[in-house]
Nanobody
């Protein structure tokens, strides 16, 4: 079992940066792929970034590619999402999730353990 908890959300202006952190703990945390998802009001949840168990492989959605960077430090039990050049379209509740597999995947069906979410609001 894996427990995840997000932190770092907040209110920023367009063009600014924000860093989200996910604390992942539990017996299999370091062998689980981790992903960040987001859900904006009235929209479906979408995966924005994923990283495999050892940090060697990452994938991003087209909407954040080149602006967001996901990384992990298994020694510290943390996964970080660095978000640059934020726009109002990035406003959403951001979730960290741990998968039941080691490989990085954007498919939510593989993610069993979810955090409560952290709100990111980007003002224009």
């Amino acid at each position: 079992q894996v427990r995840v908890a997000e932190s770092g959300g907040g209110l920023v202006q367009t063009g600014h940066s924000l860093t989200l952190s996910c604390a992942a703990s539990g017996r299999t945390a370091s062998s689980s792929a981790i992903a960040w998802f987001r859900q904006a009001p009235g929209k479906e949840r979408e995966a924005v970034a994923t990283i495999n168990y050892n940090g060697m492989n990452t994938y991003y959605s087209d909407s954040v590619k080149g602006r967001f960077t996901i990384s992990r430090d298994n020694a510290r039990g943390t996964v970080t999402l660095q978000m640059n050049s934020l726009t109002p379209e990035d406003t959403a509740l951001y979730y960290c999730a741990a998968a039941t597999v080691t490989i990085a995947t954007m498919n939510s069906k593989y993610y069993r353990y979810w955090g409560q979410g952290t709100q990111v609001t980007v003002s224009s």
